[in-house]
T-cell receptor, first 116, second 113 residues
């Protein structure tokens, strides 16, 4: 078990460009979560999947943001027409659906986005 | 809505000092409570958790007790080390709401030798 991985680890882009991040959860974890963390703040929930179904999206997730988990394994988070306010650390976490420890989420290292 | 409030930092201590980081919460359901730690340049790691009232979570010398009557989950350690310097986040989740985590703003801990 290699833990949750995220790619890329860092991304610098110009305002108006589109970016896509990838998250690979712990294998066999049914739930996958995305969070955003800005400097000096705690992570804020964006969205989560149970298998391939996206079950909830935060009001923080504007129409420019879209997330997918097409086969219930890895997930992608795309931001279209990036704005400087999108600069943040994007965190992915996964958890099992059932059993002991189902309330515990395991985090990846994050993707740090800087929009110039 | 659900929220977590934790003491502001930074907290600066000398090695071997006693640590307390206060955390209180507001929840619409019955939450599980967590402390996560973020070391410099690293991702979030689960430090400890408690899933029901009066449970005590413990790990690496840290402990916290789920106090439903005071809606608190204060983090304590009897003797901190320089290697404990990090940002500590208190968080809650509610199973009926998809277990999404609600975090506090984080508390920076600096331990001096």
């Amino acid at each position: 078990d290699t833990g949750v991985s995220q790619n890329p680890r860092h991304k610098i882009t110009k305002r108006g460009q589109n970016v896509t991040f990838r998250c690979d959860p712990i294998s066999e974890h049914n739930r996958l979560y995305w969070y955003r963390q800005t400097l000096g703040q705690g992570p804020e929930f964006l969205t989560y999947f149970q298998n391939e179904a996206q079950l909830e999206k935060s009001r923080l997730l504007s129409d420019r943001f879209s997330a997918e988990r097409p086969k219930g394994s890895f997930s992608t988070l795309e931001i279209q027409r990036t704005e400087q306010g999108d600069s943040a650390m994007y965190l992915c976490a996964s958890s099992p659906l059932e059993g002991l420890g189902r309330e515990t989420q395991y985090f990846g290292p994050g993707t740090r986005l800087l929009v110039l | 809505g659900d929220s977590v409030t934790q003491m502001e930092g930074p907290v600066t201590l000398s090695e071997e000092a006693f640590l307390t980081i206060n955390c209180t919460y507001t929840a619409t359901g019955y939450p599980s409570l967590f402390w996560y730690v973020q070391y410099p340049g690293e991702g979030l790691q689960l430090l400890l958790k408690a899933t029901k009232a009066d449970d005590k979570g413990s790990n690496k010398g840290f402990e916290a007790t789920y106090r439903k009557e005071t809606t608190s989950f204060h983090l304590e350690k009897g003797s901190v080390q320089v290697s404990d310097s990090a940002v500590y986040f208190c968080a809650l989740s509610i199973m009926e709401y998809g277990n999404k985590l609600v975090f506090g703003a984080g508390t920076i801990l600096r331990v001096k030798s």
